[in-house]
């Protein structure tokens, strides 16, 4: 069980356009999802909390127009760079919280490869 | 700042020892704490869980919780090759969000 999927597991798009990376749990409904940015050799940051029919919190230092985030159901979240640049070139990769068990483990899923040429 | 701390490694062990790590965090009130393990270019998996002082063991691995010196470790039996890679403390924090600790890169020796 607890088992959260990503797509695109990776992906290259030029500068300027926009990429959309879907994030599910496929055994359990999340209320809450985060996502992550992770650059080579360095700790996961977190960049947003998503809840389920509301607007995304956003960390400190990251733009909110940049990373759309979406969490229009109980399963599905869903984060779009916008105008992607190479230093948005990234690992990214969201998580999605199982309080089925009263409990608060995050379950992450297998993240997605973003290269920006 | 509520911190969670973690020793950089790489910690070196030989196959079939004992890897113990170690992580300790600053906030007194937190109640929920969790061991991830993150092999190179791959997302965390969650490999332990615990709440309550003490010892729990999940077949190889034992996480020990002291909510008095603020300390948390997992102990990783019969250490194997396959165990190599950089294990991840994290508590739970304000907004259910996940704190973390730098994360520990463990080398097992054959």
């Known amino acids: 069980g607890a088992v959260v999927s990503q797509h695109p597991s990776r992906v290259i798009c030029k500068s300027g356009t926009s990429v959309k990376i879907e994030c599910r749990s496929l055994?359990?409904?999340?209320?809450?999802m985060f996502w992550y940015r992770q650059f080579p050799k360095q700790s996961l940051m977190l960049m947003a909390t998503s809840n389920e029919g509301s607007k995304a919190t956003y960390e400190q230092g990251v733009e909110k127009d940049k990373f759309l985030i979406n969490h229009a159901s109980l399963t599905l979240s869903t984060l779009t760079v916008t105008s992607a640049h190479p230093e948005d070139s990234s690992f990214y990769i969201c998580?999605?919280?199982?309080?089925?068990?009263?409990?608060?483990?995050?379950?992450f899923g297998p993240g997605t490869r973003l290269t920006v040429t | 700042q509520k911190e969670v701390e973690q020793n950089s490694g790489p910690l070196s062990v030989p196959e079939g020892a004992i890897a113990s790590l170690n992580c300790t965090y600053s906030?007194?009130?937190?109640?929920?704490f969790f061991w991830y393990r993150q092999y190179s270019g791959k997302s965390p998996e969650l490999i332990m869980s615990i709440y309550s002082n003490g010892d729990k063991e999940d077949g190889r691995f034992t996480a020990q919780l002291n909510k008095a010196s603020q300390y948390v470790s997992l102990l990783i039996r019969d250490s194997q090759p396959s165990d190599s890679a950089t294990y991840l403390c994290a508590v739970v924090g304000s907004n259910y969000q996940l704190i973390w600790g730098a994360g520990t890169k463990l080398i097992i020796k054959p």
């Open positions: 906030d007194r009130g937190s109640q929920s």
């Open positions: 055994d359990f409904q999340a209320t809450t």
């Open positions: 998580s999605a919280r199982d309080v089925s068990g009263g409990f608060y483990e995050q379950y």
